[in-house]
């Protein structure tokens, strides 16, 4: 039987929750899904493995099982909009990225099943979420939380354009001190090859609003990475580390300034 999770303890103050690369379906909802949407095409594909050096360097990790097709994670479940205004695909997606149906009509989820789905696969990623980051608090006094994405660096559905690569989100300041955020941002933008933008399309899902509390000791940053700046975006099953290389050398560097601007914060001096 597939765990909702998986999880492994570190030294450091610092979190690093993966959402959204899971690619597990429970059958009955499989059944159900389109032949696209079985493929599970939307998977932040490969992010646990461009963390792997996060376990080694002290950070505890958090990383879904299940497909976000199942429930999304870093959405609210109240169903409220993170970008009003702008096309999301919600708490119990019913698109792909590419505008394909997930299921055939009248066969959606209902009210029913999506409480029942938030009780087995949200809830427990999220408690488990929320301990963690209590017990990081307990310990050192302060916490960061570090919530790791990728997404086709073009998706016509839900923007314009290409996304610039490190596309850091901290709920436009509300979840990150601007000193940390700026730091962090000048890491990604002198990074040779790759582009930065700071709280621009992605400023952070419900996770990181939610959690990020820098008055509580709690830091909270969203980083959405374009899946070009690592892997080939056509070939979803291939894993290169060697191309992947560089841009896990950027957020080794970004999860130090973190904790460390993250340190001085909480010690009252400046990040």
Avoid at 60 to 66: D, G, M, P
Avoid at 139 to 156: K, Y
Avoid at 208 to 217: I, Q
Wanted: aromatic content about 8%; proline content about 7%; some cysteine.
């Amino acid at each position: 039987m597939t765990r909702v999770y998986e999880f492994s303890e570190g030294s450091l103050p610092l979190l690093v929750s993966i959402p959204h690369a899971g690619t597990a379906l429970p059958e009955p909802i499989a059944r159900r899904l389109s032949p696209p949407a079985r493929a599970v095409p939307d998977t932040d594909w490969h992010v646990e493995k461009l963390y792997a050096f996060a376990s080694a360097m002290g950070a505890s990790v958090l990383k879904a099982n299940f497909s976000r097709y199942v429930v999304d994670l870093n959405r609210p479940t109240d169903g409220g909009l993170l970008y009003p205004g702008q096309r999301e695909t919600g708490l119990c997606p019913l698109i792909t990225f590419r505008d394909e149906p997930l299921y055939a009509p009248g066969d959606e989820p209902g009210t029913a099943e999506i409480a029942a789905r938030v009780e087995a696969y949200w809830k427990p990623y999220h408690d488990k979420l929320a301990a963690t980051l209590a017990a990081l608090k307990a310990r050192h006094g302060f916490a960061v939380l570090w919530d790791a994405h990728s997404i086709r660096a073009e998706v016509p559905v839900l923007f314009e354009g290409r996304l610039p690569d490190f596309n850091l989100g901290t709920g436009g300041g509300t979840a990150c001190p601007a000193e940390i955020a700026e730091a962090l941002l000048a890491v990604a933008a002198r990074a040779e090859g790759f582009t930065a933008v700071l709280d621009g399309r992605f400023k952070g899902g419900y996770i990181t609003r939610h959690y990020g509390r820098p008055e509580e000791g709690i830091i909270a940053v969203q980083l959405e990475l374009a899946q070009s700046a690592y892997m080939e975006q056509n070939r979803p099953s291939l894993w290169d580390a060697d191309r992947a290389e560089p841009a896990r050398a950027v957020i080794e560097q970004l999860l130090r300034v973190a904790v460390e601007g993250a340190r001085r914060f909480a010690g009252g001096g400046t990040a």
